[in-house]
């Protein structure tokens, strides 16, 4: 069998091909038994070498100084191109920023508000701010842009009490920065700045400053998703981050610099460390992308993957199912994607298979091998990274096992094999800033975080084969005969049943008779399909072929299709990509009616 013939017998069954060289150590667990608890542990060994997260950028200015760290598209030239700023560049602008940061009077401990989106400005400023010893808080750009509700910031301003704020555009956050709130703090702006503000580019004629940070010092304070209550300042320690970082290393015997294009938001722990310093810290390239994971915006990320040659991609699950649907359309995409790239991985939410088994299936077709689909696990109390899928794998809703250095405790929650996970580790926040109660409440009495989150064993005879995200503890319900419902499970399930005509899916049925679902669309999806009548189609068969597997609290009664996309300046959907299920139920009152009318109309779906 020639070549071609091999690889096109292997697209018939991709589940055939053997995968790409991943360049994973080797797993390695340990595992402790009491009474029904376990306790999952990682030991492999990981640096501690470097704990502060300007030491990388020292290393590698004086390693490869001419590498490149960053890459935004050249707004100077219409986006044609890019800007860059090598790891030489990058260590003298940032002590350069230190010292006139610490000229408006940052200093240890007193915050650098961040109100911009991802740049290489920003990550500049910040690693500037960090070096003095100052954290930085870099909120949601969603919380300050223009027309935005100013209530979040002005929360998030009275808890963090910061002594500056940078802007990346002070005519786009104009707003905020007129806010009564913000009244009286210096402000540095990278492009229009107002008069009174400081020109991002006067910062750089300032005097070098050395960094001075140590590792018990706040490197970042950032803010909780609000999904629960308000948003809380989560304490982020210079070693939290390094060594989390160390952490994921330590997973890889790879000596190659990463190369990424990404757009996970720096307000939240999976873009600013995960990914930003987790490419510091291995000394490799990042390519900032200003697409977003939803429809109308991703075509800016599909032009930088046409770009570049990634050896490492990481989205979303809503981004991956608009990127699964491109390569299957575009061969020449395609080829380029998986030209290097050794590692795929989501997270923010739970992924469904179907669009797990269709990028594979290109990946078999263009190379005749698989990619390994990882996971990570966490939140940003965990550094984010608790856990993590570090072996080949085609499996979707798995979230690995600890990283090296982490100890998982899995207590058991309620039946099937569910249990509550519970995380300790180098990498684990010692609190939330000003609020130690809500701090001691956060950990049981051995010292473990609790993520309110379930999982539960891949298999039940063999913890090494890993755990399965079971969705938010906060998000499940009972209906009104006491069933239970897992809702992250099965709005996973749901997606993946209905085979990408759906982008999302929001679980709804508390104290109702039958669970209902509330379902967004994909738009080019349903443009392939045409009428509307086939889009509706498609969604029953796949509800009903989930119902004919399922029971109980997974089987769906009633289904309605929303009207347009979930709403992100609502905060409805998170930077992330995630829906938030509380607020989108909360906002839709009278689609909740319609779900669970006595006499439902004729759009409900009823089953």
């Known amino acids: 069998m020639d070549g071609t013939t091999e690889t096109h017998a292997l697209s018939q069954d991709p589940t055939r091909a053997p995968f790409r060289d991943a360049r994973y150590a080797p797993r390695a667990l340990e595992v402790e038994q009491r009474d029904d608890v376990l306790i999952l542990r990682n030991p492999t060994p990981y640096s501690t070498t470097v704990q502060t997260v300007t030491a990388p950028l020292a290393r590698w200015a004086a390693q490869a100084p001419h590498r490149v760290w960053l890459a935004e598209r050249d707004l100077e030239n219409d986006g044609q191109g890019w800007r860059t700023v090598t790891y030489a560049q990058a260590a003298d602008a940032v002590a350069r920023l230190a010292g006139g940061l610490a000229d408006l009077g940052l200093e240890r401990g007193r915050p650098l508000l961040i109100l911009a989106r991802n ?10 701010a960090m070096s003095l010893g100052a954290p930085i808080a870099p909120v949601s750009p969603q919380y300050g842009l223009k027309g935005a509700d100013l209530t979040l910031l002005e929360h998030a301003v009275a808890r963090l009490r910061p002594a500056a704020v940078y802007a990346d555009d002070a005519e786009a956050f104009a707003d905020a920065l007129a806010a009564p709130f913000l009244a009286g703090l210096p402000v540095v702006a990278s492009r229009n700045p107002r008069e009174g503000d400081v020109a991002f580019e006067a910062l750089l004629d300032s005097r070098p400053r050395p960094a001075a940070c140590r590792p018990d010092d706040t490197a970042k304070l950032l803010l909780t998703s609000g999904s629960t209550g308000r948003p809380k300042a989560v304490v982020c320690t210079h070693a939290n981050i390094a060594l989390n970082a160390a952490q994921i290393a330590a997973c890889y015997q790879d000596p190659d610099p990463p190369v990424l294009v990404n757009s996970a938001p720096w307000s939240h722990s999976l873009g600013a460390n995960a990914i930003l310093h987790m490419v510091l810290h291995r000394g490799g390239t990042l390519y900032i992308d ?13 032009r930088n993957l046409r770009e570049v040659a990634t050896t490492y991609h990481n989205m979303v699950p809503a981004g991956w199912g608009l990127l699964a649907g491109e390569l299957e359309r575009d061969e020449e995409l ?25 990028v594979q299936a290109v990946a078999v077709r263009v190379t005749g091998r698989r990619v390994t689909f990882a996971a990570g696990y966490g939140a940003t109390e965990t550094g984010p990274t608790a856990c993590n899928i570090h ?14 250095g982490t100890s998982v405790k899995l207590v058991p929650a309620g039946e099937g094999g569910k249990f509550e996970i519970r995380v300790k580790g180098p990498q684990v926040s010692p609190g939330y800033l000003d609020m130690p109660e809500a701090s001691r409440e956060a950990f049981d009495e051995e010292g473990f975080y609790r993520l309110g989150d379930a999982a539960r064993l891949a298999d ?43 982008s999302d899916a929001v ?25 509307d009548e086939a889009v509706r189609a498609a969604i029953r068969e796949g509800l009903l072929r989930l119902n004919a597997q399922s029971s109980g609290g997974a089987r769906v009664a009633r289904a309605l299709v929303l009207a347009g996309a979930p709403d992100a300046a609502s905060g409805e959907l998170t930077d992330k990509g995630y829906i938030n299920q509380a607020l989108a139920r909360d906002r839709r009152p009278a689609e909740l009616a319609r779900l669970f009318a006595d006499a439902p109309d004729d759009e409900v779906l009823v089953f």
């Not at 080829?335 to 290097?340: L, M, N, V």
């Not at 072996?391 to 090296?404: D, E, F, K, Q």
């Open 507 to 531: 679980v709804c049925g508390e104290g109702q008779a039958g669970v209902g679902l509330m379902l967004f669309v994909d738009p080019k999806a349903a443009g392939r399909l045409g009428e």
């Open 334 to 358: 395609a080829a380029r994607f998986f030209e290097k790239v050794r590692v795929l991985q989501y997270g923010g939410a739970s992924m469904a298979q179907s669009i797990l088994d269709r």
């Open 119 to 128: 740049g290489i400005d920003h990550a500049l400023i910040g690693y500037a």
């Open 391 to 404: 072996w080949p794998n085609a499996r979707s809703g798995m979230v690995g096992l600890p990283t090296p």
């Open 290 to 302: 200003a697409g977003q994971p939803v429809p109308g915006r991703f075509d800016e990320t599909v």
């Open 460 to 502: 039940p005879y063999d913890p090494n084969a890993g755990l399965i995200f079971d969705g938010r503890l906060v998000e499940n319900f009972k209906l009104a005969s006491g069933t239970f419902v897992a809702a992250g499970a099965l709005r996973v399930a749901a997606v993946s049943a209905i085979g990408g005509v759906v």
